[in-house]
């Protein structure tokens, strides 16, 4: 791992020292964000970004790897052992998790462990990358803003921005050539669970919503300070400028993050502008 500056570095080798420490424990995310003294809210993004994988990932992999360790070291150690020890609810559960993340079977593993493997497996990602950024410290203004929640699958997002489309065409408020657009995401993708997932998406508004059926309603942005880093390329890669932010800039920052999910500006219009060329700036609210 690269150097973190002290109070972040002590928190997260605290939470490390702790999943270490009670893998046979309770290691939920509400659990751990208390040991490192953040809200359940921004932990699952910071820890990713530190430690390269969602936390219920890490989890899983440390488990694995003292299961796998210790399959390797005593014949008297079952699977079944390996199972309970590893928190999964049946030998077949930790089987298929045990083949997914090593290639083979765990008995085959004890009989002739696969170590390249292994070392593969927990290799942390997100580390082996330097990313610089242009990080700028603004003042946003509270906007006031129509918003039509998507509310399941990420993959399924792109229906609820058609529908939102047809809400600003048909009822001819927050038109996109002179009003802004905003996507407020209320959970991270890569780790809440699909059906879970909440999105609003947001034109700017200068009078009230009127009576519609698209579920489209009103809310306020808050304003407030901000960090702003702007990516360009497609919006959905926008995870590659996001995780850098919380990874490599927040904790050199002296900076703490407002209990506001981020948002995202969208200065580009799709599909006129192709998605390489698209512009986006990502506001994280800062107190």
């Not at 593969?120 to 946003?140: E, G, K, L």
């Not at 993959?155 to 048909?170: P, T, Y």
């Not at 981020?262 to 219009?269: A, D, E, P, T, W």
């Amino acid at each position: 791992m690269p150097e973190i500056p002290t109070a972040y570095g002590k928190r997260f080798d605290a939470v490390l020292a702790y999943i270490d420490d009670y893998l046979e424990g309770d290691l939920s995310l509400k659990t751990l964000s208390e040991v490192a003294h953040f809200s359940a809210f921004h932990f699952h993004r910071q820890f990713t970004a530190h430690v390269g994988v969602p936390v219920a990932r890490y989890v899983q992999l440390m488990r694995l790897r003292r299961a796998a360790h210790r399959l390797a070291s005593g014949a008297e150690y079952s699977v079944l052992d390996a199972s309970l020890d590893a928190a999964f609810d049946s030998p077949e559960a930790f089987s298929r998790a045990f083949r997914r993340d090593f290639g083979m079977a765990p008995s085959a593993f004890r009989q002739a462990p696969n170590w390249q493997t292994w070392h593969a497996v927990f290799a942390i990602p997100h580390f082996s990358r330097s990313i610089s950024m242009q990080v700028r410290i603004v003042d946003f203004a509270e906007v006031r803003v129509a918003a039509l929640d998507h509310c399941g699958p990420p993959a399924q997002l792109d229906e609820s921005v058609r529908r939102f489309i047809q809400w600003r065409k048909s009822s001819g408020q927050s038109p996109v050539g002179t009003q802004r657009t905003f996507g407020i995401p209320y959970g991270n993708p890569d780790t809440t669970p699909a059906e879970e997932f909440r999105f609003a998406i947001c034109g700017e508004l200068d009078g009230a919503v009127l009576p519609n059926d698209y579920g489209v309603r009103e809310m306020i942005i808050p304003g407030g300070r901000c960090a702003v880093v702007r990516h360009i390329g497609s919006p959905d890669h926008i995870g590659e400028s996001i995780y850098p932010i919380y990874r490599d800039w927040l904790p050199g920052s002296n900076e703490e993050l407002r209990d506001h999910p981020l948002f995202f500006h969208y200065l580009s219009v799709f599909p006129e502008t192709p998605p390489e060329a698209c512009q986006t700036d990502i506001y994280v609210p800062l107190q």
